[in-house]
C-alpha cells in the first residue's frame, strides 16, 4: 500500500487540512474539495468524533480521496487513526515512536520538524516526508533548509497561502499543507461555502500546475 500513497502524495502535492469541522458536513466539505481537483486531505485528531470522521470519510470516498489523520501525537492514537481508515499520519511534531508504528502498519509518516537537525533526524528514523512546521517565516527558510538536504521530500505546513505557494514551490516543496487558507471551518458550511471552497480549491492547483 505504501509505494502507491506515497506516490498519490507526491503527485497530487496538495494536503487539505480539515481541523475542527461539524462530523456532519465533513463529507460535504471533501467532496466540495475533491470537485476543485484536491486529492488528499488530513482530519485533525483534535477535530470532533475524529475517528468516526476518518471512518466516514474512507469508506464514502477512498476511492476518491486520499484520507489521512493529522495533529498525531503518540504511536496509539497513529493505531486508532489507522485502523479508522487513515492512509497517512501527520504530526506537528517529531515522535520516534509515532514513526515507527505508522511504517508497522505499512502506512505513510508525515511528522513535523523544523530544524535541520530534527528533519534529518525524522528521515533517518522512516519518516517518508517531512511536514517543515511552522512555515510562516516564509520561503526563504525553507530554501535555505532544503540546500543541504536535497533529497529529503519537505511539506511545508502552517502559513503556506494562495499568495506564495509559488515561491515555496520555487524553493523545493514536494508537497503543502493547506489550513485555514484553503478550509476555514469557522464559517457555516453552507451551499455557497461549498462553492466558494471548490472554487478556491481550484486556485491553489493552479497556483502549482502553472510553469
Do not use: C, W
Not at 102 to 108: E, L, N, P, V
Amino acid at each position: 500500500m505504501a509505494p502507491s500513497v506515497l506516490s498519490h502524495l507526491l503527485q497530487h502535492q496538495l494536503v487539505s487540512i480539515i481541523r475542527g469541522a461539524n462530523p456532519d458536513d465533513l463529507v460535504s466539505i471533501v467532496r466540495a474539495l475533491h470537485a476543485g481537483g484536491i486529492r488528499s486531505v488530513e482530519i485533525t485528531i483534535n477535530s470532533p468524533k475524529a475517528l468516526e470522521g476518518i471512518e466516514k470519510v474512507a469508506t464514502e470516498l477512498g476511492e476518491e480521496m486520499m484520507v489521512g489523520a493529522g495533529t498525531v501525537l503518540d504511536p496509539e492514537t497513529a493505531r486508532l487513526a489507522l485502523n479508522a481508515g487513515a492512509r497517512f499520519i501527520i504530526s506537528p511534531t517529531l515522535n520516534v515512536k509515532t514513526i515507527k508504528m505508522t511504517k508497522r502498519y505499512g502506512a505513510i509518516s508525515i511528522p513535523g520538524a523544523f530544524t535541520p537537525t530534527e528533519i534529518l533526524t525524522a528521515y533517518e528514523h522512516g519518516a517518508d516526508i517531512i511536514k517543515v512546521f511552522p512555515a510562516s517565516l516564509g520561503a526563504t527558510y525553507f530554501k535555505d533548509i532544503k540546500g543541504p538536504l536535497p533529497f529529503i521530500p519537505l511539506m511545508p505546513t502552517g502559513g503556506v497561502k494562495l499568495d506564495n505557494i509559488r515561491e515555496f514551490k520555487q524553493a523545493g516543496a514536494a508537497a503543502y499543507g493547506l489550513g485555514s487558507s484553503l478550509v476555514d471551518t469557522s464559517q457555516p458550511v453552507s451551499d455557497e461555502y461549498l462553492r466558494q471552497l471548490t472554487h478556491k480549491a481550484q486556485q491553489f492547483v493552479e497556483a502549482i500546475s502553472a510553469q
